[in-house]
């Protein structure tokens, strides 16, 4: 995600990137003869580039009913756009998202800006009759992931499709691991574990960037690590969370204003600046929070920017009455099973490599054992969109997938104003 895309009037002209590739030799793309889906992309930093990657590369690694075209791309910035979309093969350019939308030569609409813009550019991207695919987490607030799932439902009669972007569920290793859930591998669940661990705000001079701005990021690690792990924690688990009792806590409450851009997680501070002040933080630093499952089984989660040492840790761990999963994201290509139906002298978790063509995505990729890397999830995210969209089936996760994310955040920071009260999940 990055920042907002501010406008500058939908009567702006397109500008073509230079050295980028038009839709105008497709003879020479993957998949030619086949109906192409163009693409139109709002943002283009962090997640722009992760998306950029995985439509730029979908089509050469697997058969697909339609051919991705990277058309356009949109950034306030003119001249950062550009940049980005020479680098990452976009076609064009945009610097207003009202007149990507608008386009006769778009017909799925990717949303890879802060959480603020969601709703407003999905809303209307549905209406001018696109495809929308938008960045985690769906919205701010519950009631803006409301207004989107309905445009998602009335968009559906039309054939169109929206689908939001938890990318960890397209790690192989996690695909099959709810594929063992579901054939009744792991009995009837009692446990599940997770956490998500980052440290880039442990330094109390990092700026303050967007993300540290409700107005703009809706919540802190909440939004940013705790969707993805609610959301892969039900996927696993193939049932929602159904209450919460919460904790959440800013350890810095003050940080020096940015003296530039961001650009992923890292950015510049202003700190010496004369005249430059600092900020208020106005989100969670880390948020630790217990739930129960509509079966009964128990969870517990972290989520934290604030774990020194630790720069992309998640690790999810189900338990159940016939045998447990284990899955580290930082070893993502592995998945422990432990299977209580075996011997008891031979008991434990034994470690699956899941890199054989009969594991999820990877009969597409290189011979068993040669691992995958994160950009590959979109890869595979883009494949199944584009699938969902041939097929006019609807995609997953859902706007109301990520509806029900929402409502558990909410849920979430209620318990945590509340002294930590359970608090059922709405809806």
């Known amino acids: 995600m990055e920042q907002p895309q501010q406008s500058a009037g939908p ?34 930093a962090f997640m722009g580039a992760a998306h950029s990657q995985g439509w730029r590369t979908v089509g050469h690694v697997f058969d697909l009913p339609r051919r991705p075209v990277l058309a356009a791309l949109c950034g306030r910035d003119g001249a950062a756009a550009r940049s980005a979309a020479e680098r990452h093969g976009w076609a064009a350019v945009e610097t207003d998202w009202r007149a990507l939308v608008a386009r006769d030569d778009i017909d799925l609409v990717d949303i890879c800006t802060p959480g603020d813009s969601h709703a407003e550019i999905a809303v209307a991207a549905l209406a001018a009759g696109k495809h929308v695919l938008c960045e985690k987490p ?16 009335e968009a559906y009669g039309r054939g169109q499709v929206a689908m939001v972007g938890f990318n960890y569920r397209r790690v192989p290793a996690t695909a099959f691991a709810r594929r063992l859930v579901a054939d009744g591998r792991l009995g009837t669940l009692r446990h599940v574990r997770v956490t998500y661990l980052q440290d880039w705000l442990a330094d109390p ?18 939004g940013d690590l705790g969707a993805h792990i609610v959301d892969l924690a039900q996927y696993l688990a193939g049932e ?10 800013t350890f810095v409450r003050e940080r020096p204003l940015p003296g530039g851009p961001s650009r992923g997680l890292a950015a510049g501070s202003a700190t010496g600046t004369p005249g ?42 189900l338990n159940g009455e016939r045998g447990s999963l284990a899955f580290d994201l930082e070893r993502l ?24 063509p009969e594991h999820p995505y990877l009969d597409a990729w290189w011979p068993p054992g040669h691992g995958l890397g994160y950009e590959h999830t979109f890869v595979h995210q883009a494949r199944d969109l584009v699938h969902a969209i041939a097929a006019g089936t609807r995609p997953d996760p859902s706007f109301a997938d990520g ?25």
């Open 11 to 44: 009567e702006a002209a397109p500008e073509t990137a230079p050295g980028a590739a038009p839709d105008a030799a497709p003879d020479a793309a993957p998949g030619a003869g086949k109906p192409p889906l163009r693409v139109g992309m709002v943002g283009y």
């Open 333 to 356: 290509n592995e998945l422990w099973f432990h299977d209580t139906t075996g011997p008891g002298a031979e008991a434990g978790f034994r470690r699956i490599l899941v890199t054989e």
């Open 205 to 222: 001079a990092f700026p303050l960037t967007w993300r540290l701005r409700r107005e703009h990021a809706g919540s802190g690690a909440l």
């Open 276 to 317: 430059v002040s600092t900020g208020t933080v106005t989100v969670d630093d880390a948020a630790v929070f217990t739930g129960r499952f509509a079966s009964g089984a128990l969870a517990a989660f972290e989520a934290t920017r604030y774990a020194t040492g630790r720069k992309n840790a998640l690790r999810i761990e």
């Open 138 to 153: 769906l919205a701010n607030t519950v009631a803006e992931a409301e207004t989107m799932t309905r445009a998602a439902e």
């Open 240 to 249: 929602p969370l159904a209450g919460v009792s919460a904790l959440t806590e």
């Open 403 to 427: 509806l029900q994310v929402q409502r558990v955040l909410a849920a979430v920071e209620e318990s945590a104003e509340k002294n930590s009260v359970y608090t059922p999940v709405a809806g």
